[in-house]
């Protein structure tokens, strides 16, 4: 029998999308595979010509028109909120008086959550791999300098591998939940000292008067959605950055999601002071942005570490998710019982003598990274390895 007919084509709005389409083919529940949350992104300017996130979606549809499969994608014309740097690519490219922009990247903006970027009915790895070749076909036919996939699943990386894409690695830190009973009993698989560490730092916020709320975005008022945006942006407006997720983009996803969000607020003398805004799966937490009043953030002890990481786990522990992925970087992660764990990207450089010399470095990089894991896993805060 002939494989059935598919067509695909390039959108620049999910708009033309029928929800609950899209959302079908989001088998992991990923928070951020949403129609809703992609939507959000465009409909409040999150993505578009004001930050150079131009949506160019592959979509592909069986011939009664049903979506089979998509990819999302975007043209670039900076490297700014993907969390995969390739800057040092750019400059040589610069150097040689090669244009790096535009450029084409399948990622979620502002998001390095490892997750499926090839979305498929059933999960169908022929549709998943049609879909990389219509990416790679489309960055050919309109000169786009390259194109990136960041954060893929290990399983979609081997397809990209496959097309001919070149795979990077990075490490993260993630908590693993070993069907713990509750918070205590996490606690008595780590090393005297780093259990001693936390129990201490938990004690003290404790003793400070500090208390904490942690809700669903679906039971958050108005008001609270406010001061959630307030803190988002004090980050930044601390840090210096764009804080790119306005007030509108907060409403939108709290009431079309909320219940894949959670906000845990930190209140002293019943006034918030501080939040940590993750989102969920059904098996995986990721903890995505935080921020705190500033005077509070250097006078309360520890108020950054039980915010972000001993809520979030005991959010875990009580839900039963597998893994709580706080966010990029920081291994002083590790004490607080985050382990050392590989991330991935794909790329396909359009000139070849680049290519060559990127491959290159991806090697000698791979080699490093895989290095630097083992040696962090060596130094693990568990009695025994994980």
């Known amino acids: 029998m002939m494989p059935p007919a598919f067509t695909t084509e390039i959108i620049t709005s999910l708009s033309s999308v029928i929800p609950d ?9 990923s928070p951020f595979l949403r129609y809703e949350f992609l939507m959000a992104l465009e409909q409040h300017d999150a993505v578009g010509e004001c930050y150079g996130w131009l949506p160019r979606f592959i979509v592909m549809r069986d011939n009664k028109q049903q979506l089979v499969g998509a990819m999302p994608l975007y043209e670039k014309d900076n490297s700014y909120g993907e969390l995969v ?26 998001t390095p959550a490892t997750g499926q970027r090839l979305l498929s009915k059933d999960n169908n790895p022929e549709i998943q791999q049609q879909l990389i070749q219509a990416a790679l076909t489309y960055c050919q036919d309109n ?9 893929p699943d290990s399983e979609q990386l081997a397809l990209m591998q496959a097309a001919g894409m070149s795979g990077r690695t990075d490490v993260q830190y ?24 936390i129990k201490q730092e938990r004690r003290r916020i404790k003793e400070q008067g500090v208390e904490f709320r942690v809700r669903h975005g679906n039971e958050l008022s108005a008001d609270d959605w406010i001061d959630v945006h307030h803190f988002y942006a004090m ?3 601390q840090k210096s950055g764009y804080a790119t997720l306005n007030q509108g983009f907060w409403q939108a996803v709290g009431a079309t999601m909320g219940e894949q969000i959670v906000i845990v607020t930190a209140y002293l003398d019943a006034q918030a002071i501080a939040c940590a805004i993750n989102f969920r799966s059904q098996d995986v937490l990721y903890g995505r942005h935080w921020g705190c009043d ?48 590989i991330t991935y990207s794909a790329h396909w450089i359009s000139h070849p003598e680049f290519r060559d010399a990127i491959n ?27």
């Not at 740097?85 to 903006?109: C, E, M, N, T």
């Not at 918070?183 to 780590?190: G, I, K, M, Q, Y």
């Not at 915010?307 to 839900?319: F, L, S």
């Not at 290159?360 to 994980?386: C, N």
């Open 21 to 29: 389409e899209w959302n079908a083919l989001n088998h992991e529940h």
């Open 85 to 110: 740097f390739d800057w040092a690519w750019a400059d040589a490219y610069q150097r040689h008086g090669l244009p790096w922009y535009p450029k084409l990247v399948s990622a979620i903006p502002y």
């Open 143 to 151: 000169q786009y300098s390259s194109l990136h996939c960041l954060f």
């Open 174 to 197: 993630h908590w693993h939940n070993q069907d713990y009973a509750d918070f205590t009993e996490f606690l008595s698989t780590l090393k005297n000292k780093k259990r001693k560490k």
């Open 235 to 237: 980050t930044f407006a």
């Open 294 to 341: 500033p005077v509070y953030g250097w006078k309360l002890s520890g108020l950054h570490f039980e915010t972000c990481y001993y809520q979030g786990i005991e959010y875990a522990i009580e839900n039963k998710l597998k893994r709580f992925e706080p966010g990029a970087q920081g291994e002083y992660k590790m004490s607080r019982g985050f382990s050392p764990c």
């Open 360 to 386: 290159q470095f991806l090697e000698r990089e791979g080699r490093a990274i895989e290095d630097y894991q083992q040696t962090l896993a060596a130094s693990s805060p568990y009695k025994k390895a994980e």
